[in-house]
């Protein structure tokens, strides 16, 4: 049984950091390539930070572009998304996906994530 379970979400101040979580079971996790999108209200999701299976290769929105970093622990099954600097726009549900290059994927049901004074 698949399963991608974001944790670390929550309410942060303007300037503030968080840690998002993302484990993962029931797929071989080091062939997938993972991803952080986001989808504020009103808005399409959009890809926020991709890493790809070894780890050496990252992409980012420009919107995030060094405030954010994606990593992962192919021994844990984990994915991470440090966000630092956050401002009131990365207000969202922010969901893990993994994607296989042969098509396959899963999504996690998301962790909310509000950054207000």
């Known amino acids: 049984q698949v399963q991608l379970v974001e944790s670390g979400g929550g309410l942060v101040q303007p300037g503030g950091s968080l840690i998002l979580s993302c484990a993962a079971s029931g797929f071989t996790f080091s062939t997938y390539s993972m991803s952080w999108y986001r989808q504020a209200p009103g808005k399409e999701r959009e890809l926020v930070a991709r890493?790809?299976?070894?780890?050496?290769?990252?992409n980012y929105a420009d919107s995030v572009k060094g405030r954010f970093t994606i990593s992962r622990d192919n021994v844990k099954n984990t994915v991470s998304l440090q966000m630092n600097s956050l401002k009131a726009e990365d207000t969202a549900v922010y969901y893990c996906?993994?994607?296989?290059?042969?098509?396959?994927?899963?999504w996690g049901q998301g962790t909310q994530v509000t950054v207000s004074s």
């Open positions: 890493i790809f299976s070894a780890g050496s290769t990252t």
């Open positions: 996906k993994a994607a296989h290059a042969l098509g396959s994927g899963y």
